[in-house]
């Protein structure tokens, strides 16, 4: 069912599955929006989670202004260098390796990972490709047991990026890991727009604090496996054009590799976010490396 936002605009959202997932219609965002579009498509993300744009032509001027309508633009990425003249984007080439195959929240190996990222694909392999299953976070939450949310809410999660994530999917892995970073997040985190619960676990997440390594891969599997069932999740198939938009403090989300050696081309620009913060109030901790320059905006 469509449901239309902004009669006057003609600007629509299509939900796509009961849980997670909607599709954006009438909206330019290489266009100049009014403060009441943005907001509307603001409130359509935070209940759906993710949302999608169809034909999007964007060079990177108008993808920065439309992504810095949503908030503050840090630049492209704490490990990878930025192209020359776009020092907020983050290009996402299958010929550099950046095959993201792993369940995962974005950047949670640093203490501020970001709000919401937008993510604008303009070359699709002929076949394959699709980024499957966002997950929603915060209704996998919902749906476990209330002695297991107990347990979860006082959970704290080292998060790295020298881990499993990175062993099959970055090619350039010494690159990928030369600078280590790790932090400490909770295992439920408090969204700071809708106060929400959500579950902050993904490929990154290496160990719980005060236990050991099995019984730290034996809780996050556990957890992980709530938030992966398939009723929580979206899958996506990708046209050149499309604009993604996900909530980075309520889903997880996995590309698949399964395109060969066929070229995959997307642009990814993200939104700063708080430090997150537990059920008990107690924020993310930053334990190595510095992204003091990452959170750094660039208008």
């Given at each position: 069912m469509?449901?239309?936002?902004?009669?006057?605009?003609?600007?629509?959202?299509?939900p796509?599955?009961?849980n997670?997932?909607?599709?954006?219609?009438g909206?330019?965002?290489?266009?100049?929006?009014?403060?009441?579009?943005?907001?509307?498509?603001?409130?359509?993300?935070?209940?759906?989670k993710v949302?999608?744009?169809?034909?999007?032509?964007?060079?990177?001027?108008?993808?920065?202004?439309?992504?810095?309508r949503?908030?503050?633009?840090?630049?492209?990425?704490?490990?990878?260098?930025?192209?020359?003249?776009?020092?907020?984007?983050?290009?996402?080439?299958?010929?550099?390796?950046?095959?993201?195959?792993?369940?995962h929240?974005?950047?949670?190996?640093i203490?501020?990972?970001?709000?919401?990222?937008f993510?604008?694909?303009?070359?699709?392999?002929?076949?394959?490709?699709?980024?499957?299953?966002w997950?929603?976070?915060?209704s996998?939450?919902?749906?476990m047991?209330p002695?297991?949310?107990?347990?979860a809410?006082?959970?704290?999660?080292?998060?790295?990026?020298?881990?499993?994530?990175?062993?099959?999917?970055?090619i350039?892995?010494g690159h990928?890991?030369a600078?280590?970073?790790?932090?400490?997040h909770?295992?439920?985190?408090?969204h700071?727009?809708?106060?929400?619960?959500?579950?902050?676990?993904?490929g990154?997440?290496?160990r719980v604090?005060g236990y050991?390594?099995e019984?730290?891969r034996?809780?996050?599997?556990?957890l992980?496996r709530?938030?992966?069932?398939p009723?929580?999740?979206?899958?996506?198939?990708w046209r050149?054009?499309?604009?993604?938009?996900?909530d980075?403090?309520?889903?997880?989300?996995?590309?698949?590799?399964?395109?060969?050696?066929?070229?995959?081309?997307?642009?990814r620009?993200?939104?700063?976010?708080p430090?997150?913060?537990?059920?008990?109030?107690?924020?993310?901790?930053?334990?190595r490396?510095?992204?003091?320059?990452?959170g750094?905006?660039?208008?």
């Amino acid at each position: 069912m469509t449901e239309t936002l902004l009669p006057q605009t003609g600007v629509t959202v299509t939900p796509l599955a009961t849980n997670i997932g909607a599709e954006i219609g009438g909206v330019d965002a290489s266009g100049p929006l009014d403060d009441a579009t943005v907001a509307q498509i603001r409130a359509a993300l935070l209940t759906h989670k993710v949302i999608f744009l169809r034909d999007q032509d964007l060079a990177y001027d108008a993808q920065a202004a439309f992504a810095g309508r949503f908030g503050k633009l840090p630049l492209g990425h704490p490990i990878y260098s930025a192209p020359e003249g776009r020092p907020n984007l983050r290009e996402m080439d299958s010929k550099q390796g950046t095959r993201a195959s792993h369940w995962h929240t974005d950047l949670t190996f640093i203490e501020r990972p970001p709000a919401f990222a937008f993510l604008h694909s303009n070359v699709i392999p002929p076949v394959g490709g699709d980024t499957v299953f966002w997950a929603n976070a915060a209704s996998a939450y919902q749906r476990m047991p209330p002695e297991l949310r107990d347990f979860a809410d006082r959970l704290r999660i080292v998060h790295s990026n020298d881990c499993d994530f990175t062993d099959d999917t970055v090619i350039e892995r010494g690159h990928y890991i030369a600078t280590p970073y790790e932090a400490e997040h909770p295992a439920v985190r408090v969204h700071t727009e809708t106060g929400e619960r959500s579950l902050l676990l993904g490929g990154f997440a290496r160990r719980v604090v005060g236990y050991g390594p099995e019984a730290s891969r034996d809780i996050i599997r556990l957890l992980q496996r709530y938030l992966t069932r398939p009723e929580q999740t979206f899958r996506w198939q990708w046209r050149v054009g499309d604009i993604a938009i996900w909530d980075n403090q309520a889903t997880a989300h996995y590309a698949i590799y399964d395109y060969g050696n066929k070229y995959r081309h997307g642009e990814r620009l993200t939104v700063v976010a708080p430090v997150p913060v537990g059920v008990d109030g107690r924020p993310s901790e930053a334990l190595r490396g510095d992204t003091t320059a990452y959170g750094t905006s660039r208008d």
